[in-house]
């Protein structure tokens, strides 16, 4: 199994509560991108690690959002006091090296969805 | 990040070769045009990536016309298991600098009738 895999699959929260999603990225990959997918648009950027430094998290929605990768591999992606629109589909990417032409491989992402 | 604009929705039947073209009017000299491929509760798959002229690999062929004002992704004798969401992105990889994110935009759904 050499591809990108995230925990759990699939995710119910009820308004209020804590939620933490898992990805494993392929194997010595440096770089790490997390993505949310609303239903029926396209993946829109949330933050990117490389190695176990976040170097930009532009794209996180709100203070409630925290990533973290503390030993360059495991990705932990936590939502704090999850509201509804917080419902997506929680996608993470590695790629092998640090720069701006490698191959992104996707996980199958984590469909959250807040009640 | 130069925008692209690619039709919703397109049908097809099986055996036939399908053409989605992608307009991006306002290309930057350093953009590559790449195509990723999503299905149903799968992360999107690179397909393809080119930067003039045509390219083609085991999968499919992208089409670039001189100006590289548009680009067509060709997908030879599609099958039913071709049915997806198919992404047409713009960005810069010629230049150096650390990774950086995709920039999607809504996609094309193709759907293969039997």
């Known amino acids: 199994g050499a591809g990108v895999s995230q925990s759990p699959r699939y995710k119910v929260a009820k308004r209020g509560q804590d939620v933490a999603l898992r990805c494993d990225p392929i194997?010595?990959?440096?770089?790490l991108f997390w993505y949310q997918q609303a239903l029926g648009q396209g993946p829109e950027f949330l933050t990117y690690?490389?190695?176990?430094?976040?170097?930009?998290k532009s794209g996180l929605p709100s203070d409630r959002f925290f990533a973290e990768r503390p030993e360059g591999s495991v990705s932990t992606l936590k939502i704090q006091r999850t509201q509804q629109e917080d419902s997506a589909v929680y996608l993470c990417?590695?790629?092998?090296?640090?720069?701006?032409?490698?191959?992104?491989?996707f996980g199958p992402g984590t469909r959250l969805t807040v009640l | 990040l130069a925008k692209t604009t690619q039709p919703i929705s397109m049908d097809s039947y099986e055996g036939q070769e399908v053409n989605i073209t992608c307009s991006h009017n306002?290309?930057?000299?350093?953009?590559?045009i790449t195509w990723y491929q999503q299905f149903p509760s799968q992360g999107p798959r690179f397909i393809i990536q080119?930067?003039?002229t045509k390219v083609t690999n085991e999968v499919a062929s992208l089409f670039i016309p001189a100006d590289r004002k548009s680009s067509t992704l060709s997908l030879p004798r599609v099958s039913l298991s071709d049915t997806a969401v198919y992404y047409c992105?713009?960005?810069?990889?010629?230049?150096?600098?650390?990774?950086?994110?995709?920039?999607f935009g809504s996609g094309t759904q193709l759907t293969v009738l039997p």
């Open positions: 990417a590695s790629s092998l090296l640090a720069t701006n032409t490698d191959t992104q491989y």
């Open positions: 194997s010595g990959h440096v770089s």
């Open positions: 080119g930067y003039k």
């Open positions: 992105l713009v960005g810069d990889s010629f230049s150096s600098g650390s990774a950086r994110q995709l920039t």
């Open positions: 306002n290309i930057a000299t350093n953009d590559y």
């Open positions: 690690f490389q190695n176990e430094a976040q170097l930009d």
